[in-house]
């Protein structure tokens, strides 16, 4: 006698009944551009479909997520003016301060932002540049500052993706301080140095001016380094910890989940969304049976939260709106 596994493959009931894995529209956060300046709407030409909006365009796209049915958003801003300490990232006037205050003025969305320096600085590192490399605990005093003046405009949740030493229990001691206890962090806490961002710095025209960030994200070869990035994390304070970015990465998640017992996400990042759209464009893939079997593997191999600009078309496939 052999097994039969096929018995249970037989139609789409029986396979719906034995499927261990679901994704849902829950599962998932949109990432949105914020551009300084009025009346913006402009497409990133290696993201297409994904927009850079001003905050006097934001209303349609926060609609839109909402009749999808996701219920968080991750927040990047685009300054009208970069310099060498990212002053608009941590001022009470900054794109990203203002964009929540507004957003949360006209949606129940659940607002997280991304705490980091590399849109803001006219360098393009992802802190305080000294003697030619980033200063870890020069780059703390900011990053606390940052993610402080965006509570204090409104966020739901910050989540630090500089990958300083330290930042978390920096972060998290401020927003205790001033009376923020009940503010999560979602730490990006095994974020690689890896080439699939490459659409999001055309995006928020953020790459590096010099040398790269290998000395500070981590070494994509690396999967023990990782869980120790990790537990650090969350003995700093983390409430997530996030694997970044997934595809590539999804044995980094498998561990992680394996490890650890707070929650996990999974950032599908702009290089690998781009690939997707690329090959869509020239008619080599069915593009939604590949973006669902991408969002599939990445929930399947332990994410519970999964980051990605495909949010929007995934929540409408499985049945988005309300
Ligand atoms: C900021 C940041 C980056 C991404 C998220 N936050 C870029 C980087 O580290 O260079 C990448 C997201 C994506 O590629 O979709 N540090």
């Known amino acids: 006698m052999f097994k039969r596994t096929r018995r249970l493959r037989r139609d789409e009931n029986i396979r719906s009944l034995v499927r261990e894995t679901r994704l849902s529209k829950e599962d998932f956060i949109y990432p949105i551009f ?18 850079r909006y001003s ?40 794109i990203i301060q203002r964009a929540v205050r507004k957003i949360k003025q006209i949606s129940k969305l659940y607002v997280i932002t991304d705490v980091c320096m590399c849109e803001y600085t006219n360098h393009g590192h992802c802190g ?31 989540a630090p993706s500089d990958m300083m030493d330290g930042r978390v229990k920096r972060i998290r001691k401020a927003l205790d301080k001033e009376g923020y206890a ?41 999967v023990r380094e990782a869980m120790l990035e990790i537990a650090a994390d969350i003995e700093e304070g983390a409430d997530i910890v996030m694997v970044k970015p997934a595809i590539s990465y999804l044995d980094v998640i498998r561990w992680t989940r394996d490890r650890f017992d707070i929650p996990v996400a999974a950032y599908n990042v702009s290089g690998e969304y781009a690939m997707v759209k690329a090959a869509a464009k020239l008619g080599y893939i069915d593009e939604i049976k590949i973006i669902m079997e991408i969002l599939t593997s990445i929930k ?18 499985l049945g988005g709106g309300q």
């Open 34 to 51: 914020i551009k300084d300046g009025e009346n913006v709407k402009e497409e990133i030409r290696s993201l297409p479909g994904i927009y």
């Open 55 to 94: 905050i006097d365009r934001l209303e349609e796209i926060l609609e839109k997520v909402e009749m999808a049915g996701v219920k968080g958003i991750l927040l990047f801003g685009i300054p009208k003016e970069k310099d060498e300490f990212g002053k608009d990232a941590y001022s009470d006037d900054g």
């Open 128 to 158: 305080i540049i000294d003697n030619g490399d980033v200063d870890n605990d020069k780059t703390l005093d900011y990053l606390e500052k940052i993610a402080l003046s965006h509570v204090k405009a409104g966020a739901d949740m910050v």
């Open 182 to 222: 009940n503010i999560p962090i979602m730490a990006y806490s095994a974020k690689y140095a890896s080439a699939f961002y490459g659409p999001f710095r055309e995006a928020a025209d953020s790459a590096p001016k010099f040398g790269d960030r290998k000395s500070y994200q981590m070494d994509p070869a690396n």
């Open 300 to 317: 399947r191999a332990g994410a519970d939260i999964i980051i990605t600009y495909h949010a929007l078309e995934a929540a409408k496939y």
